[in-house]
């Protein structure tokens, strides 16, 4: 089985970049942008991550509007909202517009973990239901 | 008006400098209260008894006058005719008789006799000529041959048909007063003058006689002003009449008082063809005794109504200065809640800031700390690797419970999402009274539950509210001691709300405590105490709030603690 890879959007790079090294650790391909707009230059230059990770508030496009364009450019994205703010019903406005979960920070490595794995196996099936009808 | 523009102008001031502090406020209202009252009710009051009473006076002394009048009249009608009637007799007997035989002593003699078979009271009868020389005399005195030519009631009488004279002594040195009868023309040779004495003490007979009321003093006054006959308050013949008569015709004075202050009536009149003023004076009314029982009932009643007035007026004030006081406490409890209502936003909402801003480098810290413990764990074994693993462990442990706090802070502040169902409330505690039951079975600690199961539901969020009655309840356990209480009532209240009360048997709290009971971090609770955050209650004050409810406590040191959490049986509940 191939590593999953994930794509962490955060602007706090000192933690996107300590979670993202605990991650590869755990032999996640992990690919780490500090802005919205940098994770869709990405998404557009052809990467696939099988779950994206997306902070809420961030300087310019927020994560909200960040799932919308990502799932514009990759229907089967799957994302997991890692927040530290207070409001949960941006968190629960995210789950509507198709994330996968959400998870308040700081954050269990264990739970991510465990949330990360359910979001790439949901993105397999969903890609493999989408290869099925193609075909 | 300035005592109602001081009631609309009142205020109140707490500040020690200010006019009035609360209580001297209530007094100073209550007695401008009274006042007002005192002035719309007890004056007029007062005003119309006066003018009843003045109006029944009035009535009295009218009546009285009207009797005294109708007696000063009748008195003077027979006083008059008394005297005529002895002219007129003089006359007609003189007349009977010719010149000649009125200056002859036997024929005299004769007419004294007759005259005094009627007039018993005329003392002595002269006949006199137009010198004034006295040619024939009748009586106990030897006044024949005298010449009364210059005797004042001689000259007044001469000219006269008739005349009476005032009182004086004269000749016989005893009081006395003349009456005479003329014929002919003055100062020619058939001019004659009868003449009859009457001892004064006469009139005051004949005053006792015709007064048959013995309320009244009847007397005479010469038009000198001087008493010409014995009376009961004035004193003898001779005294001065205090009260002014020179106006006197048929005159009736009201408005004196003697010296018992009881009311004296004087009626006058001059009487006819003589020199004397009839005097009619009664003390007190005609019905006097009425009157004096009339104005003791109409001082009874009316002190009565004024003090039942007053009573009433005074009961009246109290209950409506009670019920402003009532009021402006309850404006200050709503104030004050309001106040510390909007603390806990403001409070919450710091908190709620400072826990976003914690939780970004705490979340750093809690990577970097992760990665050091996966490096670690990822490792060969290297010295200290152990030693490594505890301390990461260690500052893991620290930095969930950071987590835990900025989480519960952010708990406290959020808008939560809620699931808006109809529920039993009673089905909640049930639910909320299982998860501790075992605890408190543990502890030896009953827990009463007295539920009114007739409660309508309630538009709530099940979980919230289990929350709510969770974290008072692990209060009030941590609260009591082995073999304590808590009790969970539940009740209907006015209008459409749910009321529960949980009441525990432990300490209390102090009063100073239950004002910062709400606040976050406010913990009476020992430091090490896993629970011992000063969250719950906070939490705990925003959820009811949220729930449309509401949450106070009442609690003395030493009788336990009560809490009362009311839900509205409708609740705008933002899902």
Known sequence: MSAIEILLVDDEIEFAETLAERLRLRSFKVTVVSRADEALTVLDAGLRPDVVLLDIKMPGLNGLDALGEIKLRDPDAEAIFLTGHSVASSSIEGMKRGAFDYLMKPIDIAELISKIEQAAEKRKEKSGGADGQSV | MKLLSRIRGFTMSDEPGGSLNRRQGYAYLQRLFVAAAFIAVVLPLVVITLLGFFQYRSLFERDTSDKLRL????????????????????????????????????????????????????????????????????????????????QEWFQNAYSRKTYVSDIFTGYRG??????????????????????????????????????????????????????????????????????????????????????????????????????????????????????????????????????LAL??????????????????????????????????????????????????????????????????????????????????????????????ITHRLLGFARRMEVEKEKLHINDVIREVVSFVEKEALYRDIKLDLVLDDTLPRIESDRGHLQQIFLNILNNALDAVEKNGTVTIATMAKKPRTVRTIITDTGPGIPQNVIKHIFEPFFTTKIKNEASGTGLGLSITYGIVKKLCGHISVESSPGEGAKFIIDFPIECDLEE
């Open chain 2, 311 to 404: 009573y009433i007026m005074f009961r009246v004030t109290r209950a409506m200065v009670s019920m402003i006081k009532r009021a402006d406490e309850r404006r200050d409890e709503m104030l004050a809640e309001a106040q510390h209502t909007a603390k806990l936003a403001s409070v919450g909402q710091l908190a709620a800031g400072v826990a976003h801003e914690i939780n970004n480098p705490l979340a750093i810290i809690n990577e970097k700390i992760g990665l050091i413990r996966d490096l670690t764990e990822y490792s060969e074994d290297f010295p200290q690797r152990d030693r490594f693993l505890v301390l990461t462990d260690g500052a893991a442990s620290a930095v969930k419970r950071c987590k835990d």
């Open chain 2, 174 to 307: 005893v009081p006395h007063f003349v009456v005479t009868v003329t014929s002919g023309a003055p100062g020619t040779d058939r001019y004659w003058m009868l003449r009859a004495s009457i001892d004064s003490e006469h009139l005051s007979n004949y005053i006792t006689t015709i007064n048959t009321d013995d309320s009244i003093d009847m007397f005479l006054v010469g038009v000198d002003g001087t008493m010409r006959t014995q009376s009961r308050n004035h004193g003898k013949i001779g005294d001065v009449y205090s009260v002014d008569l020179s106006t006197a015709g048929n005159n009736i004075a009201l408005g004196q008082r003697d010296e018992q202050g009881s009311p004296v009536i004087v009626a006058s009149t001059k009487l006819e063809g003589m020199p004397w003023i009839l005097v009619l004076e009664r003390r007190g009314y005609v019905y006097g005794d009425t009157w004096n029982q009339f104005q003791m009932q109409f001082i009874a009643i009316v002190v009565a109504c004024a003090l």
């Open chain 2, 71 to 150: 007696d000063t009249q009748s008195a003077k009608q027979s006083f008059e005719f008394h005297i005529q009637e002895t002219l007129s007799t003089m006359d007609v007997v003189a007349q009977g008789y010719s010149y000649g035989e009125l200056f002859d002593q036997s024929k005299l003699d004769t007419l004294f006799i007759r005259l005094r078979n009627e007039y018993w009271w005329v003392v002595d009868l002269g006949t006199l000529d137009s010198s004034g020389v006295q040619r024939a005399y009748v009586g106990p005195y030897l006044f024949q041959g005298i010449n009364y030519s210059d």
